[in-house]
């Protein structure tokens, strides 16, 4: 019998789970590969699932899929919307909501792997299937390959992910060379000296130094990037201080930095420190700020040569002028640790989950920015009807274009 893709997905999205959380979503994934014959390894990198499937001699295929959700209050207003909540690192209880896809990412892949199970007199080759944890906190690949994977299963002679993203259905948007941005979060403490808030001349401020840090952190962008260039430096989080009368003695900034490749990341968080130090000095500050690295994702960089084989693949399945360049993404991903901890071309792909009707009537209005809600929104809601189909049809092309 074949697997009812739309109440997998559905379920899935009545039911998401916080990073490394993923325990139902990862028993439904193995389920689900066991059911169709490969081989599953659960708990793997905490929470992520292995399935592998032989089928002869020939290249083996790394396919990836992430499964965490994120700290989001769903407002979709759908008949299958999150309404559950989840615990965060912080102790804080949180609603929880499949904002950002993965749930049709699990469902996508479940469909194509049994799609390639059903045609496998056709292929020949071994499918790594990797259902990954906590993307959403750039550490569930590392998690796994930490946990041995490459030592454990077959080697990848190509690593493949795809992922939904605010396009019309039925656009699938892949480029050679550099696709997503690196990224570093990084934790600021600014050390001042505490007192009473009718006081101030006694103390050494660390919300001033914290406010003109932030600022500064600004020109990084503006001033040492080149224009035609990509940098981003955002202070998403300060936090300091307990009450209004009370001068605090630190304050800590939460930094998301994103850049190209390698030689910008350098530059980047070396002004970053550069500037953060100086601010610290500029107070009188008596103790060196700490910085903290919470999680490092590398640049995706997709492989030329592998990606123009899956995009000539993904059109021949989905028609000819599906595939389109959608540009260099400042989002980040974790796939590329898989890539590069095997040294294997890496092929990473976005298709298209907003209705196709109301993206052009947003197009034509020139509101899509408005009206279009983005991944990580609230208000994000992929059309099952085409979105979980194109999901499949492409994983599958791809894998097969390696095992034809």
Same mark, same amino acid.
């Given at each position: ?152 299963? @077959? ?5 493949? *992910?795809?992922? $939904? =993203?605010?396009?019309?259905? !039925?656009?699938? /948007?892949? &480029? +050679?060379? @550099? ?5 570093? *979060?990084?934790? $600021? =403490?600014?050390?001042?000296? !505490?007192?009473? /808030?009718? &006081? +101030? ?11 003109? =840090? ?8 503006? &001033? ?71 999680h490092r994702l590398p640049p995706t960089i997709n492989d030329p ?100």
């Open positions: 019998m074949a697997i009812d893709l739309v109440h997998l997905y559905t379920d899935l999205h009545r039911h998401p789970e916080l990073s490394f959380q993923e325990t139902r979503t990862a028993a439904i994934a193995a389920g689900h590969l066991r059911d169709l014959g490969l081989e599953v390894e659960e708990r793997v990198g905490i929470t992520g699932v292995v399935g592998v499937l032989r089928n002869g001699d020939g290249p083996v295929v790394w396919a990836r899929a992430d499964m965490d959700a994120l700290p989001v209050l769903e407002t979709t207003g759908l008949p299958y919307a999150s309404t559950v909540t989840g615990i965060d690192p912080a102790g804080s209880t949180v609603p929880v909501m499949h904002a950002c896809g993965h749930d049709m990412h699990v469902t996508a892949m479940i469909g194509a792997v049994e799609r390639l199970v059903n045609t496998r007199g056709e292929w020949s080759g071994t499918l790594v299937v990797l259902i990954q944890p906590a993307e959403e906190y750039g550490a569930g690949s590392r998690a796994m390959l930490d946990d041995g994977i490459l030592d454990r299963y @077959p080697k990848p002679d190509v690593v493949l *992910g795809q992922h $939904v =993203t605010p396009l019309p259905a !039925g656009v699938v /948007g892949m &480029r +050679p060379g @550099p696709q997503m941005a690196a990224a570093d *979060g990084i934790t $600021v =403490t600014l050390h001042g000296r !505490g007192g009473h /808030g009718s &006081r +101030p001349h006694t103390t050494i401020d660390p919300v001033v130094m914290a406010a003109a =840090t932030v600022m500064r952190l600004q020109t990084i962008a503006s &001033r040492e990037v080149d224009p035609r260039g990509v940098g981003v430096v955002t202070v998403g989080s300060i936090h300091a201080g307990t009450k209004n009368n009370i001068i605090s003695s630190e304050a800590t900034l939460e930094l998301s930095l994103r850049y190209p490749d390698d030689a910008a990341r350098e530059r980047i968080i070396a002004s970053v420190e550069r500037i953060v130090r100086a601010e610290a000095a500029a107070s009188g500050a008596l103790r060196d700020p700490e910085f903290r690295t919470e040569e592998a990606t123009a084989r899956v995009s000539a693949a993904i059109d021949r399945a989905l028609g000819a002028g599906t595939v389109m360049d959608p540009g260099f993404f400042t989002g980040s991903e974790d796939v590329s640790w898989f890539a590069r901890d095997s040294g294997a071309p890496l092929v990473f792909w976005f298709w298209g989950v907003i209705d196709a009707e109301a993206y052009a009537a947003a197009v034509a209005d020139g509101t899509v920015s408005d009206v279009i809600p983005t991944t990580h929104s609230a208000l994000f809601a992929p059309v099952i009807t085409p979105g979980i189909e194109i999901g499949v049809t492409s994983m599958t092309a791809a894998v097969r274009e390696f095992m034809a």
